[in-house]
């Protein structure tokens, strides 16, 4: 079984996609952590954001056993992700990686910003992860001190709209939620209450799937 879980930046879905993993006995793959691993190493060396040629050979060359490095979380490299993640050869070069993590038995649960739309047209289930931007910028800003960073919060929203513009207008893979994806407003949702919202989603159409 194979279930994706799109939506824009501090929505939850990265949680959700964890917790539910460990529900169904499923592999987990935060597909933006591929796109922060690429900013983080350019940012590190030097490398302008916008350079498609040396970011798409970064791509290619990425090492799996960074993707826990901590740095990867911070708010500076998660704005470069979203500027890396819209150019067309990057996206193009980890396609491939993405497709066949989920595609490996037992199955995978990966969340990001295309994977029903692009990654996993053909997944079972599809969840789009939305909240109101300012509740995103208040988890984002907690989440931000608590690992001891200053964290503006009227800051943290300006980039949070400035990063759903670019991801909902990039001219690759846009963020947008697929036909088929059920829609679930995780805004006044805590943590437990998400994901008990999201396996009542899988659950639903595994039913629906085995009346047919």
Same mark, same amino acid.
């Given at each position: 079984?194979?279930?994706?879980? $799109?939506?824009?930046?501090?929505?939850?879905?990265?949680?959700?996609?964890?917790?539910?993993?460990?529900?169904?006995?499923?592999?987990?793959?935060?597909?933006?952590?591929?796109?922060?691993?690429?900013?983080?190493?350019?940012?590190?060396?030097?490398?302008?954001?916008?350079?498609?040629?040396?970011?798409?050979?970064? =791509?290619?060359?990425?090492?799996?056993?960074?993707?826990?490095?901590?740095?990867?979380?911070?708010?500076?490299?998660?704005?470069?992700? +979203?500027?890396?993640?819209?150019? &067309?050869?990057?996206?193009?070069?980890?396609?491939?990686?993405?497709?066949?993590?989920?595609?490996?038995?037992?199955?995978?649960?990966?969340?990001?910003? $295309?994977?029903?739309?692009?990654?996993? &047209?053909?997944?079972?289930?599809?969840?789009?992860?939305?909240?109101?931007?300012?509740?995103?910028?208040?988890?984002?800003?907690?989440?931000?001190? +608590?690992?001891?960073?200053?964290?503006?919060? =009227?800051?943290?929203?300006?980039?949070?709209?400035?990063?759903?513009?670019? $991801?909902?207008?990039?001219?690759?893979? &846009?963020?947008?939620?697929?036909?088929?994806?059920?829609?679930?407003?995780? +805004?006044?949702?805590?943590?437990?209450?998400?994901?008990?919202?999201?396996?009542?989603?899988?659950?639903?159409?595994?039913?629906?799937?085995?009346?047919?």
């Amino acid at each position: 079984m194979i279930i994706a879980i $799109d939506g824009p930046a501090a929505s939850g879905k990265g949680t959700m996609a964890k917790r539910l993993a460990a529900h169904y006995g499923l592999r987990h793959l935060d597909t933006g952590v591929i796109y922060r691993a690429v900013a983080h190493a350019m940012l590190a060396a030097g490398i302008d954001l916008k350079d498609e040629a040396r970011a798409a050979e970064v =791509a290619m060359t990425l090492d799996p056993s960074t993707f826990d490095n901590p740095a990867l979380r911070s708010h500076d490299v998660g704005s470069a992700a +979203s500027v890396v993640s819209a150019l &067309p050869r990057v996206r193009e070069a980890l396609v491939a990686f993405q497709r066949q993590f989920a595609s490996a038995p037992p199955g995978a649960v990966l969340d990001g910003r $295309d994977i029903g739309t692009v990654i996993c &047209p053909d997944a079972e289930v599809k969840i789009y992860v939305v909240a109101d931007p300012r509740i995103r910028a208040h988890r984002r800003t907690l989440e931000a001190r +608590s690992r001891g960073e200053p964290a503006d919060e =009227a800051a943290i929203l300006a980039d949070i709209l400035a990063r759903d513009e670019r $991801d909902q207008n990039r001219a690759v893979a &846009p963020l947008k939620q697929a036909p088929d994806a059920y829609l679930l407003d995780n +805004s006044h949702l805590d943590i437990e209450g998400g994901v008990r919202a999201a396996i009542d989603i899988v659950e639903a159409v595994r039913a629906g799937r085995q009346r047919v």
